[in-house]
């Protein structure tokens, strides 16, 4: 028995379509910009203490030496840059990497359903930061839980390649169904130290696992950033041989494309972006899976354009995310995985009924 996945291929336009798709990738990546700068000054300004986007902005523009004397008080300016900026940085970071290993693992698996939880990242990173909390280890200070959860993710994910490699090949079915069997150990781990841990433990992990960019600090946005910033240059490089792999393994290598390390290279990108993401901020969920799926709707398959724009959906909808969890209750942080699995799940579903009525996926 097999299972055949519909995939979409680049296709050569003729100048017509060549110069709609020319505009339609201009007006999608100028709504991207343009939403990551409304929503970065909203949100620094909103919260228990408002301040202004324009004078935000001023703010902002002072510290770079582009503009005069900033309007914000002095308690302002504390909250601005110590509280509010690092915050909002580190949910742009998280959000692209989420988003461009989403992209990247929908490109080498040729299926729009894969996402970077299918190999173990998330669940790998989840059973490292359990353990760090349950057993009390503290042997890098405020650290110990991002290192060990980074360690798990890695951990998890080379399990699961090195489990489906045979012969010096691995098989997209094998790997997904190796990811698959992880995933399940990681969840029977994570309820078994669940179960041994007290009740501040159990409180901490469930916390943990809903995901939450409260308490971000500047040290961890310099964790993370140049991690990401340097995953998703790292990725354009391999826009050209994913566009190939989309016609098959086999036209893939006779066109030139080293399918077995490309694929092995993807999947260490894809490790080390997650597991960087999810250490800082817990268990995030549906924005590898939902971001590159509807870019690739609206500016098509070509990973040359679907990278860089997945980085910046997914810093977008993370942000706009956060916001949501510092705002719709007062006085009150909610979980950030939390809306976004309350709101991709749906969106997903809509996401899926659309493509069956158009024939397939996008």
């Known amino acids: 028995m097999s299972t055949q996945v ?5 296709a050569v336009l003729p100048d017509g379509a060549r110069s ?8 999608v990546f100028t709504g991207l910009v343009v939403g990551l700068v409304v929503l970065t000054l909203v949100s620094i300004g909103l919260g228990q203490l408002s301040m202004p986007p324009d004078q935000v902005l001023v703010s902002l523009l002072h510290r770079i030496g582009l503009w005069g004397p900033s309007t914000l008080s002095q308690t302002q300016e504390d909250a601005l840059w110590i509280i509010r900026l690092p915050r909002v940085v580190l949910a742009l970071a998280v959000g692209a990497a989420l988003a461009t290993g989403g992209a990247l693992m929908q490109g080498i698996f040729g299926n729009p359903l894969a996402e970077p939880g299918v190999i173990g990242v998330s669940a790998g990173a989840a059973v490292g930061a359990c353990t760090v909390i349950v057993l009390g280890l503290d042997f890098l200070g405020e650290w110990t839980v991002v290192a060990v959860a980074f360690a798990g993710a890695v951990a998890a994910t080379a399990i699961a390649y090195s ?8 098989e997209v079915v094998t790997l997904i169904l190796t990811g ?13 130290l669940t179960f041994l841990g007290d009740t501040s433990s159990r409180e901490e992990i469930v916390f943990w696992q809903l995901g939450s960019l409260n308490g971000t600090r500047w040290q961890h946005v310099l964790a993370v950033a140049p991690v990401v910033l340097i995953g998703v240059v790292v990725s354009l490089f391999a826009a050209r041989p994913l566009d190939l792999i989309a016609l098959g393994d086999r036209p893939a290598r006779h066109l030139g494309v080293d399918v077995e390390r490309l694929r092995q290279r993807i999947v260490v990108l894809v490790a080390i972006l997650t597991g960087a993401a999810v250490a800082f901020c817990g268990s995030i969920a549906f924005v590898g899976l939902v971001v590159p799926h509807l870019l690739r709707m609206l500016i098509g398959p070509g990973h040359r354009a679907l990278l860089p724009g997945s980085a910046l959906g997914g810093g977008v909808l993370l942000l706009a995310a956060d916001l949501g969890a510092r705002t719709i209750v007062p006085y009150a942080d909610l979980p950030i995985g939390m809306l976004t699995a309350l709101v991709g799940g749906p969106f997903f579903f809509y996401l899926i009924r659309r493509s069956r009525r158009a024939g397939g996926w996008v």
């Not at 519909?6 to 680049?10: K, Y």
């Not at 709609?20 to 007006?27: E, G, I, K």
């Not at 489990?163 to 691995?170: H, L, N, P, S, V």
Request: net charge positive.
């Open 6 to 10: 519909r995939v979409a291929t680049p």
């Open 20 to 27: 709609r798709r020319a505009v339609r990738l201009t007006a």
């Open 163 to 170: 489990t489906a490699r045979q012969g010096g090949r691995t």
């Open 180 to 192: 698959v069997a992880v995933n399940a150990v990681c969840g029977a781990a994570i309820a078994l």
